[in-house]
């Protein structure tokens, strides 16, 4: 069974940058989706980012648009996910995920999960 290991995390000034990585042990290189989602205290877990390795293409939730970026490293088997937070609001857990195939937006259909790791934007 493939595993997603994360890495990075921390805290931010709002403003700031930091980089969330996620390590696959058995990455399917080609028509994987690889997403990002966040789920603050209270709240449900939602979509950040998704990138289908398929074609490339690359979605992102109208809240990180334009401030976060999602890419692959092929050869190191890894997905990031590049963050300039505006704000605290930006202030959750983070999870990478994985699913065979087309990427949805919905986090129920990803079968395969990181531990998560927490960013926290302060003001």
């Known amino acids: 069974q493939p595993q997603l290991a994360q890495t990075g995390g921390g805290s931010v000034q709002a403003g700031g940058s930091l980089t969330l990585s996620c390590i696959g042990s058995?990455?399917?290189?080609?028509?994987?989706?690889m997403g990002w989602f966040r789920q603050a205290p209270g709240k449900e877990r939602e979509w950040v980012a998704v990138y289908y390795t398929g074609g490339g293409a690359e979605y992102y939730a109208d809240s990180v648009k334009g401030r976060f970026t999602i890419s692959q490293n092929v050869a190191k088997n890894t997905v990031y996910l590049q963050m300039t937070s505006r704000n605290p609001e930006a202030t959750a857990m983070y999870y990478c995920?994985?699913?065979?195939?087309?990427?949805?937006?919905?986090?129920?259909?990803?079968?395969?999960w990181g531990q998560g790791t927490q960013v926290t934007v302060y003001s």
């Open positions: 058995a990455f399917p290189r080609t028509r994987t989706c």
């Open positions: 995920a994985s699913r065979a195939g087309t990427c949805y937006l919905s986090s129920s259909v990803y079968n395969i």
